[in-house]
């Protein structure tokens, strides 16, 4: 099966040394978001978990740990993006998270390293032109290091409206417009331009449509096939194959301003606070009246399939 990790949270920036007491004790507790009461029992063995996904702003933290994940497939999102603290007060500086992607390609390889730009909005200071200019100079900066580049503009979502009101939809001109120029961007450094949930508008002018973390993408990087059961993407418009995650909302600190993740940063102080490194749960402990069931888990490998 497929553990994902950041969906709801950047566990490698802010919860290393937990996730590396998880990976050493073999197992997950998870809250169900919406029946807190519910919490799921994941193994964290190789015997059941096929690779491990992660989604970051940040993965200098756990870069001098990448041996403990060894034993387990592997398949990284590093998200960088233009903004300055204005809008992103909490994650560390452009060059910084550059030279971190390196690293990890470096040691993992260019096929499970993936460059996130998104989500992509506009305002008077984050234009048209800032962003292309933007994004040729990190798409230079990561040529060799990646082979695919995932963007999508950016979703109201309520949580999103109430923390950023000032922020507007992108229209359809400005997404086919930026979209050409960062898909031949992409391309000229060795790319493949995936949109996120954006449907296929941009497919005419090269991008591939087909999803950012299919079975295919994930089948390249652990190097094998998987005959994985049909799962349902994270939205309606998403191709991709998620399955569980083991984060929890309202607990990452880099406080972006466009966060689905984060109701308030009040909130995420205050879920930061009952953080604890030894707790099976990211946040606090069991509780009396929690209802702990034990997940149904395989191997999705398909042996006889290997990739070369």
Same mark, same amino acid.
């Given at each position: 099966m497929i553990i994902n990790t950041g969906m709801r949270t950047d566990i490698p920036a802010f919860y290393t040394p937990w996730f590396l007491n998880r990976l050493r004790e073999g197992f997950v507790l998870v809250r169900n978001p919406y029946r807190p009461e519910q919490v799921t029992r994941y193994r964290l063995s190789p015997d059941v978990v096929d690779l491990?996904? /992660?989604? !970051?702003?940040?993965?200098?933290?756990?870069?001098?740990?990448?041996?403990?994940?060894?034993?387990?497939?592997?398949?990284? /999102?590093? !998200?960088i993006t233009p903004y300055g603290r204005d809008i992103e007060p909490g994650v560390p500086p452009v060059e910084r998270v550059l030279e971190s992607f390196r690293q990890l390609s470096d040691q993992v390889g260019a096929d499970r390293v993936g460059w996130r730009y998104d989500p992509i909005f506009l305002?008077?200071?984050?234009?048209?032109?800032?962003?292309?200019?933007a994004f040729a100079k990190m798409a230079e900066a990561l040529a060799g290091y990646t082979h695919a580049c995932v963007i999508s503009f950016i979703d109201l979502y309520p949580k999103v409206t109430r923390n950023f009101p000032e922020v507007l939809p992108v229209g359809r001109e400005d997404r086919l417009a930026l979209g050409q120029y960062i898909i031949q961007t992409a391309r000229a450094n060795g790319m493949v331009l995936r949109p996120c949930g954006e449907g296929s508008e941009l497919a005419p002018y090269g991008a591939d449509c087909g999803g950012c973390m299919t079975l295919g993408i994930l089948e390249k990087a652990l190097g094998e096939g998987i005959r994985a059961p049909k799962q349902r993407g994270a939205r309606k418009a998403c191709s991709c194959h998620i399955t569980c995650d083991i984060g929890a909302y309202d607990t990452c600190a880099h406080l972006c301003r466009y966060c689905y993740a984060n109701t308030s940063r009040e909130a995420v102080l205050q879920n930061r606070q009952r953080h604890d490194p030894r707790s099976p749960l990211l946040i606090g402990h069991l509780q009396p009246g929690d209802q702990l069931r034990q997940a149904h888990q395989e191997s999705w490998r398909d042996r006889q399939g290997r990739l070369f």
């Open positions: 491990i996904g /992660f989604c !970051t702003k940040d993965p200098e933290p756990l870069l001098p740990h990448l041996d403990a994940l060894e034993p387990y497939g592997q398949y990284w /999102f590093v !998200t305002s008077d200071k984050y234009t048209l032109d800032f962003h292309r200019r």
